[in-house]
């Protein structure tokens, strides 16, 4: 079992930036594919960027060059610094996890698709004004 929580999202001027962090629960974390997705009003769930066990890392092309995906397998923590924020990047974000995630040292990351992910936590909003 993961439990995730994100936290970090808020309000910010476009250009601006926001880190977002997703606490994980448990010894799991470091057996855990991670993955960031966003869901604004009225659209589909988006698959914005994910990080697997090997830190290998994937971005929607919407945001590659201004976000960046990491993980603190220390502390539990997976991470996504957003910059350059534009104002279509406002929507509520969520951590997602596929647990277990079975990889070797040569896979490729599993595919940015929420299906795929099978614990997800509760959001955090990010807002971004022009």
């Known amino acids: 079992q993961v439990q995730l929580v994100e936290s970090g999202g808020g309000s910010v001027q476009a250009g601006g930036s926001l880190r977002l962090s997703c606490a994980a629960s448990?010894?799991?974390?470091?057996?855990?594919?991670m993955g960031w997705f966003r869901q604004a009003p009225g659209q589909e769930r988006e698959g914005v960027a994910n990080?697997?066990?090997?830190?290998?890392?994937t971005y929607a092309g919407s945001v590659k060059g201004r976000f960046t995906i990491s993980r603190d397998n220390a502390k539990n923590t997976l991470f996504l610094q957003m910059n350059s924020l534009k104002p279509e990047d406002p929507a509520m974000y969520y951590c997602?996890?596929?647990?277990?995630?079975?990889?070797?040292?040569?896979?490729?990351?599993?595919?940015?698709?929420?299906?795929?992910?099978?614990?997800w936590g509760q959001g955090t909003q990010v807002t971004v004004s022009s």
């Open positions: 997602a996890a596929i647990y277990p995630c079975f990889q070797n040292w040569y896979s490729t990351p599993p595919p940015l698709i929420g299906g795929k992910y099978n614990y």
């Open positions: 448990g010894s799991t974390y470091r057996s855990a594919c």
């Open positions: 990080i697997d066990r090997n830190y290998k890392t």
